[in-house]
């Protein structure tokens, strides 16, 4: 299990408007819950839209809609 500092940090870097402070005032499971809560989400979304490299940007990706069947 990663330690209070570190899901606060990797929670920060998925949801940038999560301030540490706030974060700060939950306990190491609920943050945990929390991460996996966001992990489930950005994977949906990846599912949802597929990457495709950007050409007028070096190492950049851009995100296309996928057609999903019905």
Known sequence: MMSKVK???R????NRTARAEFL???NEAELQ???A?????????QQQFYRTP???VIGSER????LMAG
């Open 11 to 14: 929670i920060s870097q998925m």
């Open 24 to 26: 700060a005032e939950f």
């Open 33 to 35: 819950q929390y991460l």
């Open 7 to 9: 899901l606060i940090e």
């Open 54 to 56: 950007d050409s007028d």
């Open 37 to 45: 809560n966001l992990e489930t989400v950005w994977a949906d979304f």
């Open 63 to 66: 995100y296309e809609p996928a």
